[in-house]
């Protein structure tokens, strides 16, 4: 009886699980690039062109 109680004990606690640091880097990459993104565009502005380059002469 008491091995049963001291299984049903065991089967009570809850698991420790390892989290992963994969996700962590990935996210704050993720934020660091769009960061720089939005500053890119902050910086150029909405005034800014891009104007299409002169064709290529083909031989």
Same mark, same amino acid.
């Given at each position: 009886m008491?091995?049963?109680?001291?299984?049903?004990?065991?089967?009570?606690?809850?698991?420790?699980?390892v989290?992963?640091?994969?996700?962590?880097?990935?996210?704050?990459?993720?934020?660091?690039?769009? &960061? !720089?993104?939005? &500053?890119? !565009?902050?910086?150029?502005?909405?005034?800014?062109?891009?104007?299409?380059?002169?064709? !290529?002469?083909?031989?």
């Amino acid at each position: 009886m008491a091995d049963d109680i001291q299984k049903a004990r065991t089967l009570l606690i809850a698991p420790i699980t390892v989290e992963s640091p994969w996700a962590a880097l990935g996210a704050a990459a993720l934020a660091a690039t769009a &960061a !720089v993104l939005m &500053a890119g !565009v902050m910086i150029l502005g909405p005034g800014i062109r891009f104007h299409d380059a002169p064709p !290529v002469a083909q031989d």
